[in-house]
């Protein structure tokens, strides 16, 4: 957070970049086991006979490491804090990998009733290291404006 | 999975009761030391200074949790795959409630490529006890066929 940065300090079309984070298979088999205890999360031979053909991340396994991500890679005034999104999961993620964000800004919205803040609606891409998309999230982010 | 349902078992309209889930504080500063470490989700005396005046889960801590009762609620036949969806976070989700989710089956489309499976665009809204809604999902599912 040693610069962080305001609602003016962004400009709609950057594009900021973020990573790694490596994907063990005992990382993918305890947040299952915690969350979403599914064979195909939770057990290698077993996943081979399903929808996965092999085990893969839980979706939400994958949204939690991008928001590890985010927070290390976009040093916001007030924090990364969400209201909401849309999500998409475009292929499974599996273990092995090393995962990387593309954060890119598409609007800047100061807030007419709130003078000190506005929303960032940003697209974060999450990219493994062979460069296939696992995950995209397009969420607005509430983002305070410079003070004074 | 002892009564597991194919795409055919399901009404357009139905809605699915499941929970509960209890948030403990310990709980919430576990999962954001890992995924989302911010103060406001890290510390109760810190996270008074900030947006959230308090306390608060991470919103895919919210995510994954619903996760986990979406799994034990929701018996479908091939498990509980979802290709992404909408998510909302409508107010902070704060420690020492219990975590309900609502399953409202908004539409239900075979697939014209594959004979075997379906979507199943589904609702879930994550209620605390006092009844209100910490997060909204709005998610297709991928979801087999009745076979023969």
Do not use: N
């Amino acid at each position: 957070m040693s610069a962080r940065r305001y609602l003016e300090d962004f400009a709609v079309g950057e594009i900021i970049r973020g990573g790694a984070l490596r994907v063990e298979p005992a990382a993918i088999k305890e947040f299952a086991a915690k969350f979403d205890p599914q064979v195909f999360h939770l057990d290698e031979e077993a996943a081979k006979d399903t929808f996965f053909d092999g085990l893969a991340a839980s979706g939400w396994h994958t949204a939690a490491m991008t928001m590890r991500l985010i927070v290390e890679t976009l040093p916001l005034a007030g924090g990364v804090i969400g209201a909401g999104g849309t999500i998409a999961w475009p292929k499974p993620l599996r273990p092995g990998t090393t995962l990387s964000v593309a954060i890119e800004i598409l609007e800047i919205r100061p807030s007419r009733s709130r003078p000190e803040r506005g929303m960032l609606k940003m697209k974060c891409t999450t990219h493994e290291d062979s460069g296939e998309v696992v995950q995209t999230l397009v969420a607005d982010l509430v983002v305070p404006r410079r003070p004074g």
